[in-house]
């Protein structure tokens, strides 16, 4: 066949760097990926205060200057704060899409599906159930 | 083509169950922070006290737990991170990939070592 | 149609003979409560512009020649209507991700090569090579069941629009072909999970999502391939921990 004859110009648009920002579905779940960066910011926040710890006396000198120092700081109540709001919203997107990974039938015969909203109430219930123990534990021995 | 099996699923595990730690149990440890940063916190008193914590630290099961949160977060956020720059059309390398990895790495065995070196001394 | 509302719509046009690159027409197009977005392009290519292009076929959602972006989405052009952009513009434009050969026509060649790579047929079990072909494979219903959701795609090609993976790699299988890869993996008459694991477990295969999900929200069919990439990425991360541990 020659390639003479044709008339074929396919045009192919070029990849922008910023197509997130062209559909709200797409800035969503670029916002939901940036929620990884907070969460890599808590996880340092509890090194660094695991690590004060270590470094501590008997009376945690060290320690208690991170948790009054550091955590007390006002820029970091207010990282603190955006920090749980971060959490939620990559909660609320997790527990959305998890349905999605688990495909099971009711019973051995049946043809119908476990609804989707059994995995989603279940891992709000867990979100609950998780705060819920941690924040009793904590205040009870404060 | 690349028909070369991937060893994404070893990550894609990590990343799994670090977004169920962050969904699940973090919001609560950030409330926990948050209170503490609002309070005058000393040996024994205030929100995430001295003894308080080294009371989670000193039980095994407890410090596993944190040591499960501390950890799956790192793996959860780097592969997230590593991943995102992909979806930002910039090009990936190699180097990349030991940045991020790494780092994930280097938070996990952090933690344990210090953990560990904590759990022993107050046994 | 003289009671008819009026709607603009903007319409991508490239005609690869004489322009560089697409460029944007507008034309003001009648309508009633029935009127398709294929209906509207037929009015166009009737009353103002003769050489406006599109595929089209059936003219209700089974044969997937229609796809296109409709204010900026993935739609089927036969299913999608007017009157729910009533009061709003209309801009229609080729399907993204794919490259755009004349007006709303884009080439899908990429779509089809890679449905074809992951085979998708019955690869029967080495047991039933020589089975009569006037013999039956027994399937019970909740066997069918079990894909038959992911059996309902047209290639229209709306997901690998919708895919910001396949936008940025053009090497990644996408989700109609992984979809469907996964429908013969689960199908109990199917022995070619081996011979097809290695485009589901590659980089390019349902690693190279990320599950943004807006495949499934826009499938035409709602055949939900994010769903089935994520079954694929757990039996595919299963198969590695078991190799892990249970070396050839």
């Known amino acids: 066949m020659s390639a003479d004859n044709t008339f074929r110009k396919p045009y192919v648009p070029k990849v922008e760097a910023s197509w997130w920002l062209k559909n709200p579905f797409f800035t969503r779940y670029i916002i939901r990926e940036g929620t990884s960066l907070v969460s890599l910011f808590v996880c340092l926040e509890l090194l660094l205060g695991v690590f004060c710890f270590a470094l501590s006396d008997a009376h945690g000198d060290v320690y208690l200057a991170y948790v009054n120092g550091f955590l007390g700081n006002i820029v970091i109540i207010l990282l603190n704060l955006v920090a749980l709001a971060s959490c939620l919203f990559h909660a609320v ?50 | 083509m690349h028909s070369n099996r991937s060893d994404e699923p070893i990550y894609w595990l990590l990343f799994g169950a670090g977004g169920m730690a962050v969904g699940v149990v973090l919001p609560a440890i950030v409330i926990l922070m948050i209170v503490a940063g609002f309070q005058d916190v000393g040996e024994a008193s205030g929100m995430l006290n001295f003894h308080q914590v ?13 040591f499960g949160v501390i950890m799956l977060t790192a793996w959860h956020a780097c592969h997230r991170i590593y991943h995102t720059l992909h979806d930002l059309t910039i090009r990936v390398t190699k180097l990349h990939w030991f940045v991020f990895y790494g780092l994930a790495a280097a938070i996990t065995f952090a933690a344990a070592a210090l953990q560990f070196l904590i759990y022993c001394q107050l046994w | 149609m003289a009671n008819d509302k009026i709607m603009k719509i903007t319409v991508t046009r490239y005609r690869p003979e004489q322009d560089a690159e697409p460029f944007q027409q507008t034309f003001d197009v009648p309508y009633h409560n029935e009127t398709s ?59 993204e991700n794919f490259p755009i050969e004349r007006d709303l026509v884009v080439d899908i060649s990429d779509l089809i090569e890679k449905i074809e790579r992951i085979k998708p047929y019955i690869i029967p079990a080495a047991k039933d090579k020589n089975m009569p072909l006037t013999k039956e494979y027994r399937q ?74 807006y495949c499934s929200e826009v499938c035409p069919k709602h055949v939900d391939p994010a769903s089935a990439i994520q079954l694929g990425k757990v039996k595919s991360a299963t198969n590695y921990v078991i190799k892990m541990f249970k070396p050839e």
Request: hydrophobic share 45%.
């Open chain 2, 54 to 66: 080294g009371a989670v630290l000193g039980n095994w099961l407890l410090s596993a737990v944190l």
């Open chain 3, 37 to 95: 977005v294929l209906e509207a392009l037929f009015y166009i290519k009737d009353h103002f512009e003769p050489s406006l292009s599109f595929r089209w076929s059936c003219r209700m959602a089974v044969c997937g020649s229609c796809g296109m972006m409709v204010n900026g989405v993935p739609h089927l052009a036969c299913k999608t209507f007017l009157r729910d952009y009533e009061g709003k513009a209309m801009t229609i434009a080729p399907l």
């Open chain 3, 140 to 213: 019970t219903p909740q066997q069918m069941e079990a894909y038959r959701q992911f059996a309902q795609c047209i290639n229209c090609g709306c997901c690998y629009a919708a895919c910001p993976q396949y936008k940025i790699n053009k090497d990644y299988i996408g989700p109609a072909a992984l979809t469907l890869l996964y429908r013969y993996d689960i199908d109990n008459r199917d022995a070619g999970s081996a011979i097809r694991d290695e485009f589901l477990s590659s980089e390019n295969g349902v690693w190279g999502c990320t599950f943004v999900g």
């Open chain 1, 93 to 142: 997107t997790w527990f959305a899409l998890m349905p999605k990974a688990v495909r099971l039938f009711m019973n051995k015969n049946s043809t119908e599906l476990l609804p989707g909203y059994v995995p989603h109430i279940g891992l709000y219930l867990a979100l609950v159930g998780a705060t819920l123990v941690i924040l009793v534990a904590a205040f009870v021995t404060m």
